[in-house]
C-alpha cells in the first residue's frame, strides 16, 4: 500500500455532511462576494486567535503583501527575513517594491536566527518578517526584542502555523529575551504577537480552505483600515477609490467552508503532535539523522527530519521505491534563486538545510501503523 506525504481524505470524510451543507447555504443564497459567511468566519477566528481584526484575503501570499503595504513597507524599505522558506515570502517583500535582507537560520529550529538579525539592521531598516516554518513558533521573544530596540515592524509568516503559539522554551532561546518581552507574548497565537501577521489557507496548510485563501490579522486599528482596503481596490467607500489595491477577497464558500473547519482545527493539530511524537521515539534508535524538537505550540505543518552525511536523496529515492511519499522542503534558500541572479551570498546554515532536510507523511489522522512503516523503511534506507 502506498503512503502519500500528506491525505486529506479521512478529514473530508469527517466533516463532509457540515461541509456540504455549508457550501448548500452559500449556494442558496448566491452571496457569493464578501458574502455573511465572510464576516462570520473573521469574527470567529479573531476570537480564536485572540486578536482585534482579522481580514480576509484571497491567499496567503496575498496576505503578506497586503500586510506589508499595510504596515507601510515599500519602495526604498529593506526587509529582514529568513532565506530558508518558500519563496511566497521573499517574493511578497520584492513585490511591494521593499529589498528582502536575508539572514541565516537556527540550526534548531530551522528558523531566523535572532542573533543574526542585530549586523544587518541598517537606517533603511522597517521591518522583519520572521516565518514559522513548519508550524514550529520562530524565536519571537528575540525577534520582538531586537525589534522593540530599533523601532521596526514586525511581519510574521504564519502560512504553515495555523494554531501554533509561542512558549518561549525553545533550547536555543536559552530566555535571552529579557523577562518583559517574554512575559508579554507568552502563550500568544503565532500571527498575534508582531505587528501584523499572514495566515494561508491552501487546502494542503493546517487550516486548508477546498481552494486558495488567506488572513491578515492586526491589533492595530490602522493597519487593519488599511488591510481592509487594499483587498477591494483601495476603497472605503465603494467607487471611492484612495490607493491602488488588489481584488483579493476571501472567497464566500471558502469562508463557509473554514467557518466548518475552525472547530475542529484544536484536534487536528493535536493529532499531528501525536504523530510529530510517535515519529520522534521511534525514529531515536535510527543513526545519521536529527529529529525535530516537541516543542510546545508547535503545529508540524511538516514533520521534518534532517539525514546526514549527503544521503538525503538516497533516502528519498529509497522511501519512494517502497512507496513512501517525502519532500523537501526547501532544496534551494530563497537568497539563491535564479530570480536574485547571485545579488547575495550564500548563508552556510540554510544552505545545509537543503541538502539534509526531508519532510515526511503527517497529517492528523495518520495512523501509528502507517508511521511505523514509514520508519521501518526509513532504518533500511540508512
Ligand atoms: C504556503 C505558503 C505561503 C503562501 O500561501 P498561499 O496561500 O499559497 O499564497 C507563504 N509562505 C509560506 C511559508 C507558505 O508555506
Known sequence: MKIPV?????????????????????????????GPEVKQFEQEVAAYLGVKHAIGVNSGT?????????????????????????????????????????????????????????????????????VHLYGNPALMGQIMEIAQNNGLKVIEDC???FGARYFGNCSTCQGSCSEAVRAEIQGKFTGTIGDAGAFSFFPSKNLGAYGDGGLVVT?????????????????????????????????????????????????????????????NELLADVEGIITPELTDGHVFHQYTIRVLDGKRDKVKAYLGEQGIGSMVYYPVPQDQLPVYRGAYPKLPV???????????????EINISTIEKVYGSLRNSI
Not at 478529514?11 to 442558496?28: C, F, S
Not at 540554510?350 to 492528523?364: A, N, Q, R, Y
Open 6 to 34: 500528506l491525505d486529506l481524505k479521512p478529514q473530508y470524510e469527517q466533516i463532509k455532511a457540515e461541509v456540504q451543507a455549508a457550501i448548500n447555504t452559500v449556494l442558496e443564497s448566491s452571496r457569493f462576494i464578501m
Open 219 to 279: 491589533n492595530d486599528d490602522a493597519v487593519a483600515e488599511m488591510a481592509r482596503m487594499l483587498r477591494v481596490h483601495g476603497a472605503k467607500k465603494k467607487y471611492h477609490n484612495e490607493v491602488f489595491g488588489y481584488n483579493s477577497r476571501l472567497d464566500t464558500l471558502q469562508a463557509a467552508i473554514l467557518l466548518v473547519k475552525l472547530r475542529y482545527i484544536d484536534q487536528w493539530n493535536q493529532g499531528r503532535r501525536r504523530a510529530a511524537k510517535t515519529y
Open 159 to 161: 502560512a504553515q502555523s
Open 62 to 130: 496575498d496576505a503578506l503583501v497586503i500586510g506589508l503595504r499595510a504596515l507601510r513597507i515599500g519602495e526604498g524599505d529593506e526587509v529582514i527575513t529568513t532565506p530558508f522558506s518558500f519563496f511566497a515570502t521573499a517574493e511578497s517583500i520584492s513585490n511591494v517594491g521593499a529589498k528582502p535582507v536575508f539572514v541565516d537560520v537556527d540550526v534548531k529550529t530551522f528558523n531566523l536566527d535572532p542573533k543574526a538579525i542585530l549586523e544587518k539592521i541598517t537606517p533603511r531598516t522597517k521591518a522583519i518578517l520572521p
Open 350 to 364: 540554510s544552505d545545509m538545510l537543503g541538502t539534509e532536510v526531508l519532510s515526511l507523511p503527517i497529517w492528523p
